[in-house]
C-alpha cells in the first residue's frame, strides 16, 4: 500500500529555513519520479519540485529557484524538501507526491508550513 507521510513544517520567520521530509514506505521508491507541491486554501495547487529516480535530475518552480533544494534517499525511502530564504508567499500546505508536477497518482496528507514575522 502506497503512503507518503510529511514532516517538518511549522513556523519559521523570513530569511528562514525548514527541512521537509517525506517517508515513502508500500512502493519501489527508487522507481518513481517525486514531487513537492503546496497549496493555500483557495488557490490552486503549485508544483514546486520535481526529482528524478536515481535523484541526479531536479526542476524547480521560478518561485523556488535558488531558494529550494529536491532531494532523495532511495535506500530510506524518503524524498526531501530543503526550503531557505523563506518568503511569506511560501505559507502553504506542502506535499510530497508520486509523480510528475501535478500530475500525481498518491499524495501524503501534507505538513503545514507558515512563513511570518
Known amino acids: 500500500q502506497v503512503q507518503l507521510a510529511e514532516s517538518g513544517g511549522g513556523s519559521a520567520q523570513p530569511g528562514g529555513s525548514l527541512r521537509l521530509p517525506c517517508l515513502a514506505p508500500?512502493?519501489?521508491?527508487?522507481?518513481?519520479?517525486m514531487t513537492w507541491i503546496r497549496q493555500v486554501p483557495g488557490k490552486e495547487p503549485e508544483w514546486v519540485s520535481i526529482?528524478?529516480?536515481?535523484?541526479?535530475?531536479?526542476t524547480h518552480a521560478d518561485s523556488a529557484k535558488g531558494r529550494f533544494t529536491i532531494s532523495r534517499d532511495n535506500a530510506k525511502n524518503t524524498l526531501y524538501l530543503q526550503m531557505k530564504s523563506l518568503k511569506p508567499e511560501d505559507t502553504a500546505l506542502y506535499y510530497c507526491?508520486?509523480?510528475?508536477?501535478?500530475?500525481?497518482?498518491?499524495r501524503g496528507q501534507g505538513t503545514q508550513v507558515t512563513v511570518s514575522s
Open positions: 526529482i528524478n529516480p536515481r535523484g541526479d535530475t531536479t
Open positions: 507526491t508520486r509523480g510528475h508536477g501535478l500530475a500525481y497518482s498518491f
Open positions: 508500500g512502493f519501489t521508491f527508487s522507481r518513481y519520479l
